[in-house]
């Protein structure tokens, strides 16, 4: 396997001949698309349900190109582990940076008439 | 291309041959536009030194103002008057021109000094060489990275000479000021500052990926020398923490040459008149995106220092370094962290108490592996036999200095106290003292350490240590008072030196002003003067020495001078074309240094065992 | 020394050096990228209740570029495997589709950008405001001077407010005309730019940005379809791995785009 005459370099067959996986994933991307467009014209009530929604559709479109389409899903530890670092950092930047910034995140100055 | 490709021929180490082997690429190919990593770190190393003089420079015209208000300044007044004009009125600096100085002084030495110096030329040279690989993973990316570093600093140095004047709002440009100054020079320093860190993330992928792909087979994790394990932590740092600063940069950019209102709120007034913007903006959110990164960068600049100063101490103790493991995790642990302590630098913009204590928490935590760094490296110490030469100097003086600096950021770490030194000289004293006495001695004791792998001479010890006592004192010298003028209420960035605070206290005799600053507190500015420009007289034998010591310092007679333990002492000096003739193995790790049973006191990594 | 772990990868890590490259160069894109959707929100949250915009964009304009930059995906993928299969041809033919649909994605966001640039907010000397995109500007017209006229197909409304969410079951019904208004009665006149509105602002530099990258993207993809297919002869391993290493830049590009889109189009 190591040899770099082989064919495939580092790749089992298996993953090379998933074609159909990946006609599979474009299938899906393509539906969830439809789906996330048709749910924003939902009147759900308040309008974090429908933030929720497109975000969550977003996610899990984001998790088939990044798993499949990007091979995500069969990497080894090395890159899970600078890619789950980025997660938090990034999760600390905008997490922090908006309480910070929130109303319970800064004094409230009261005006004495 | 050619140079990995090439294959060394076998068996061959002396540089003679090589010379005459068939693919001489001449002299552009070789010193300017060369992939390979050690041209590519002198290259750093020089222009990052010149950057460094440069702001020194920059820093002695602002002492004499702040000392002598509108006194024309000797020599270089008259000059500075021609070239800019009205900047710099009868060869006194404007306001101005004194606020542009100090927002450069602050950027070059930061971005275009001792992070090119510390990050990118140091690891550039040494890496692939304590690895044992034959060059950094991306050669070619590697060219580019410096690349965009000259594009970068010419940008900053250019806009000295635009309308305007180059920025002026600090070095850590704030808005709703940044944009709205009237100046081009804002656009210059943001443009400048997106090819200076598109170069460090460069850099940054490039020495990640050879730590983690290109270690010579037996060279496991724990067997990388500890300055390696530094450069690694202060990689991720790069990566993850420049882009926020960058999307921040650009955004400041639209601000300014697009008139959004990212930054602006609204409501903003400019010269007394409603803004012609559509507001909406927040100047906290600059703030947050510019700290984010700021934070990190501060240990970018000090965990390099600390890796250069394990290898000396190890090599000059002849002794293990106490604690590897603390080392290794302790410097784990401060990368991590540095992400989530950066509102610690916000504290007086109205932040509410939880979120405070939350960052004050991280805070000192933080503080906790630093230490631990800095024990380990005393307590190497104990009952060794140390040799004192001039890279033992700076790495031992290196130790206390440093420990000053950032003890002394203890009470700006607590937003109590912080909230009384924060924008005083306090701070201008507390940061100077981890980078200056700090992070350059170290950056010294690499220079004089290695210097001799670079050039296969040994650089002249006397003037070594000219220029090591008198760094040492005068730094002191300089950055001591300023403890006090910050304690007594100096504040930062005032282009006369605090004299209208001072005329307070003074026209009122006897009178306790608060605010005012005592006529003690003002005069400490002419002592620092002085040791300002002494310290600039003690380089002047370091800079003849560097270039004399090329061709005429005493040539070493082996790959080995120092007798080290560390692959990139293992090969010859300067090493070859692809570092190692045949790839190293390492049987064993970093710092053997007076192993019992061996003949001699140190056993380099890749000596196979007997 | 032969240069290691170039095409064949290191066996611990299970990569060769330019994928985890491209992996280290994409988790800072991660961080750019977030910095930027974070400044969205921060700047939604913080807006004065009501005058966050809705509805601004064309959503089904914008589910077409979604569909095309996802279409570029699954052919990026298979221009890949077609490499690893040593499927010269097929290589050819899907990366050449790849580079077509980048094109077309800048085309299309062109189209919008200019809409913007073409569509006025109109401040009346009554305190009211027209809103609309641009027909034409009688040849006399001049603001400062306030003579000629201005032609908008558009609507007029007495606040501010009403413009901003047009995704409101009312705003279906608003009735588009051609309207004349002399330049007498214009207090002031400003296109969508990206200074017209914080969601202008960041609406045009993510998109700006990410336009930026599908431009660098297809240029890299362009130049190994092209000039660079050459090591396709010499060493293909490689070669192969270069379009891996140009796909996973690609992939990246359609993923911020996965989140842009409805961020920006549809909430």
Redesign the interface.
Not at chain 3, 1 to 11: A, L, W
Not at chain 3, 13 to 18: D, E, M, R, V
Not at chain 3, 30 to 38: D, E, I, N, P, T
């Given at each position: 396997m190591n040899n770099s005459m082989t064919m495939n370099g580092g790749h089992s067959p298996e993953e090379v001949h998933s074609v159909r996986g990946y006609i599979f994933v474009f299938i899906a991307l393509l539906a969830g698309t439809i789906l996330t467009v048709w749910a924003s014209f939902i009147q759900f009530g308040s309008r974090e349900i429908n933030i929720a929604v497109a975000l969550t559709i977003a996610c899990v479109k984001a998790f088939l190109v990044a798993g499949y389409f990007m091979h995500l899903i069969s990497e080894r530890k090395m890159i899970y582990l600078v890619l789950g670092f980025t997660a938090l950092f990034f999760a600390g930047l905008m997490g922090l940076t908006i309480w910070s910034t929130s109303p319970e995140g800064m004094v409230h100055i009261q005006h004495v008439p | 291309m050619s140079a990995y490709l090439n294959k060394f021929p076998p068996q061959r180490d002396d540089d003679h041959a090589h010379e005459h082997s068939h693919h001489d690429p001449g002299f552009w190919r070789t010193w300017i536009f060369s992939p390979d990593h050690k041209v590519i770190g002198i290259q750093y190393g020089l222009t990052s030194l010149c950057f460094m003089l440069f702001g020194f420079f920059l820093m002695l015209l602002m002492r004499w103002q702040i000392s002598k208000p509108g006194v024309p300044i000797p020599v270089f007044g008259p000059l500075l008057e021609k070239a800019l004009g009205s900047a710099a009125p009868h060869g006194a600096l404007s306001p101005d021109l004194y606020n542009s100085f100090g927002a450069m002084h602050g950027t070059i030495m930061v971005f275009l000094a001792v992070v090119p110096l510390a990050f990118v030329a140091f690891s550039n040279f040494v890496i692939p060489l304590q690895i044992g690989a034959p060059d950094m993973a991306f050669p070619r990316l590697n060219m580019a990275s410096y690349q965009a570093f000259v594009i970068g600093g010419v940008i900053m140095l250019t806009s000295f000479f635009i309308p305007g004047g180059a920025a002026q709002a600090g070095w850590t440009s704030y808005s709703p000021l940044a944009t709205m100054i009237p100046t081009d020079g804002q656009i210059f320093w943001l443009v400048g500052m997106v090819f200076i860190i598109t170069s460090g993330l460069l850099s940054a992928v490039n020495f990640i990926a050879t730590i983690i792909q290109l270690r010579a087979p037996g060279m496991t994790w724990m067997r990388l020398p500890f300055f390696c394990w530094a450069q690694f932590v202060t990689s991720f740092l790069i990566l993850l923490a420049f882009p926020p600063l960058e999307a921040a940069a650009v955004m400041q950019l639209m601000d300014k040459v697009a008139h959004t209102s990212f930054f602006l709120p609204t409501g903003l007034a400019v010269g007394g008149q409603l803004a012609n913007v559509s507001g909406g903006g927040s100047p906290l959110l600059w703030q947050h995106l510019f700290w984010f990164l700021g934070h990190p960068e501060v240990y970018v600049l000090i965990l390099p220092a600390m890796g250069i100063a394990c290898e000396i101490i190890a090599n000059n103790t002849r002794k293990p370094i106490w604690g590897y493991k603390s080392l290794v995790y302790s410097a784990l642990a401060i990368g991590f962290l540095s992400f989530l302590v950066w509102a610690h630098h916000m504290y007086l913009t109205g932040m509410g108490t939880k979120v405070a204590v939350f960052f004050q928490t991280t805070t000192m935590i933080i503080s906790i592996p630093s230490v631990i760094i800095l024990t380990c490296f005393l307590i190497s110490l104990w009952g060794s036999s140390i040799r004192f030469n001039t890279p033992m100097l700076f790495a031992l003086a290196f130790l206390p200095m440093f420990g000053l600096g950032g003890l002394t950021g203890l009470p700006l770490g607590f937003n109590i106290s912080d909230v009384h030194l924060h924008d005083t000289y306090y701070i201008i004293a507390h940061f100077h003292y981890v980078v200056a006495p700090g992070t350059i001695f170290a950056l010294f004791a690499g220079i004089y350490y290695w210097f001799p792998k670079m050039t296969g001479r040994m650089m002249n010890e006397f003037w070594g240590r000219v220029h090591f006592w008198g760094s040492l004192i005068f730094m002191n010298v300089i950055f001591m008072p300023m403890f006090a003028q910050g304690m007594a209420g100096m504040l930062r960035r005032m282009a006369d030196g605090g004299a209208n605070y001072s005329a307070a206290v003074n026209s009122k005799a006897g009178a306790d002003v608060i605010g005012g600053l005592s006529n003690n507190i003002m005069e400490l500015h002419t002592w620092i003067l002085w040791g300002a420009c002494v310290l600039g007289l003690v380089q002047i034998p370091f800079i003849i020495n560097f270039f004399w010591s090329i061709q005429h310092g005493k040539k070493v007679d082996s790959g080995n001078p120092w007798n080290a333990t560390t692959l990139d002492w293992q090969t010859a000096t300067p090493p070859p074309h692809t570092n190692f003739p045949v790839a190293p193995r390492v049987y064993r790790g970093p710092y053997e240094y007076s192993v019992p049973g061996h003949d001699t006191d140190f056993t380099p990594q890749n000596e196979p065992p007997k | 020394?032969?240069?290691?772990?170039?095409?064949?990868?290191?066996?611990d890590?299970?990569?060769?050096?330019?994928k985890?490259?491209i992996?280290?160069?994409l988790?800072?894109?991660?961080?750019?990228?977030?910095?930027?959707?974070?400044?969205y929100?921060?700047?939604r949250?913080?807006?004065?209740p009501g005058?966050w915009p809705h509805g601004w964009l064309n959503?089904y304009i914008g589910?077409a570029n979604?569909?095309v930059l996802?279409?570029s995906?699954?052919t990026?993928?298979?221009a890949w495997?077609s490499c690893?299969?040593?499927q010269y041809g097929r290589f050819k033919f899907f990366h050449a589709l790849t580079i077509l649909l980048a094109m077309t994605f800048v085309c299309i966001k062109s189209y919008e950008y200019h809409d913007k640039f073409m569509h006025y907010e109109i401040t009346l000397a009554n305190g009211k405001f027209a809103d609309g995109h641009l027909i034409e500007r009688s040849k006399d017209f001049d603001l400062a001077r306030q003579t000629g006229s201005v032609t908008i197909h558009g609507h007029e409304v007495d606040q501010e407010v009403e413009l901003m969410d047009m995704q409101r079951?009312e705003a279906r019904h608003i009735q588009l005309e051609e309207i004349t208004i002399p330049a007498t009665e214009i207090k002031k006149m400003e296109r969508y730019?990206?200074?017209?509105?914080?969601y202008l602002?960041?609406y045009?530099?993510l998109t700006g940005?990410h336009a930026f990258h599908v431009i660098c993207g297809a240029v890299v993809i362009g130049f190994l379809w092209g000039p660079g297919s050459k090591m396709w002869h010499t060493d293909p391993?490689r070669f192969?791995?270069r379009i891996e290493v140009s796909?996973?830049f690609w992939?990246?590009v359609?993923?911020v785009w996965?989140?842009l889109?409805?961020?920006l189009y549809?909430?």
């Open positions: - | - | 020394m032969d240069f290691p772990y170039i095409v064949e990868p290191r066996r890590t299970g990569l060769y050096n330019a985890l490259g992996w280290l160069f988790a800072s894109e991660v961080m750019l990228f977030g910095a930027l959707f974070s400044a929100v921060l700047l949250v913080g807006a004065e005058m959503v589910t979604t569909i996802i279409t995906s699954i990026t993928v298979m495997v690893k299969l040593r079951p730019g990206p200074w017209h509105h914080t602002a960041i045009f530099t940005l391993e192969t791995n796909g996973l992939h990246f359609d993923l996965i989140f889109f409805p961020v549809l909430l």
